[in-house]
């Protein structure tokens, strides 16, 4: 669940949506398709967590326009990367 309430790409979903249908997004649905069916996960977003998001956006295309695309290893992120088995920057 910590996962579903910090993940970016949901606020991204939030903000657009929100902006599309000019109404506020009160819930998020994160669905997990697998074998054994489909496991849903709920979150929402408040001002503050989606005003957090835009700083992360506008950070990460500042990168992208500098050409920085240095790892930033952390152990949250090198756990569920595919490459972390020959990445030398990984967090371990």
């Known amino acids: 669940q ?8 949901l606020s991204i979903y939030a903000q657009s949506a929100a ?3 000019n109404e506020p997004v009160c819930e998020l649905v994160l669905l997990f398709l697998g074998e054994d069916g489909c496991v849903e996960a709920c979150t929402t977003r ?9 700083t992360s956006i506008r950070h990460i295309v500042r990168r992208i326009d500098e050409k920085d695309f240095k ?3 952390s152990v949250e992120k090198c756990r569920s990367c595919p490459y972390r088995e020959f990445c030398p920057s990984r967090a371990l």
């Open 2 to 9: 910590a996962d579903v309430d910090a993940d970016l790409q």
């Open 19 to 21: 902006q599309l249908w």
């Open 46 to 54: 408040n001002a503050s967590q989606l005003k957090d998001a835009q």
């Open 71 to 73: 790892a930033e290893p």
